[in-house]
């Protein structure tokens, strides 16, 4: 059995300002790394294999808090928002026919105009996960992590998310043959002293 160890990336102008970022490369904003620098990976997760999403906010944060460089995997990019990248999730639910919708209610083949839905990010997941021949840590994205923990946790998109993402939180995964099992409480990451 090999343990997962997810981290959501930091904060981005982009999520400040509510707008959906999907897989447009937007950078860590300042203060994201001012704070991401006074934390750490705790152990043994700081001896883990580290692998990021390649969008710049993924990269960023895994360097800050492990003080190296990570493998980067294309699997683990944000889910693709297509027409609505950029756009802000409050306006397109106040828009009638929009489509846009809260997650309680998207199943797994849910989609954005020209975008993926969680069923397809998690196919893409899957060769990646399969490479993996020991513990690891993998920064990310928010709709990467759902994905996982959906499938982890046996929820459906269907009615309130059995977790709750949060970030400077590891939440860590066992991955065998039989599927995904999510542990129990999440990591928080170690303040630098």
């Not at 995997?73 to 009638?96: H, I, K, V, Y």
């Not at 839905?117 to 399969?130: G, I, M, V």
Request: charged residues 25%.
């Amino acid at each position: 059995m090999i343990r997962l160890a997810l981290l959501r990336h930091g904060h981005t102008e982009w999520n400040r300002a509510g707008r959906i970022q999907g897989s447009s490369d937007i950078p860590l904003d300042r203060d994201a790394r001012a704070e991401l620098a006074g934390f750490r990976l705790p152990p043994p997760w700081d001896r883990a294999d580290l692998w990021s999403s390649p969008l710049k906010r993924a990269q960023e944060t895994a360097q800050l808090v492990a003080g190296r460089a990570p493998r980067t995997a294309p699997g683990l990019s944000e889910m693709s928002w297509g027409d609505w990248e950029g756009l802000r999730g409050a306006d397109l639910l106040a828009q009638p026919g929009s489509g846009f919708r809260h997650i309680e209610t998207w199943g797994w083949d849910y989609c954005a105009p020209g975008g993926e839905s969680p069923a397809q990010l998690e196919a893409r997941l899957q060769p990646w996960l399969r490479t993996l021949d020991q513990d690891a840590v993998a920064v990310c994205h928010i709709g990467v992590m759902r994905v996982l923990l959906a499938r982890a946790y046996g929820w459906d998109f269907a009615g309130p998310a059995l977790f709750r993402i949060k970030r400077n939180r590891l939440f860590v995964l066992q991955v065998d043959r039989d599927g995904l099992r999510a542990e129990p409480d999440p990591i928080r990451l170690e303040r630098r002293s």
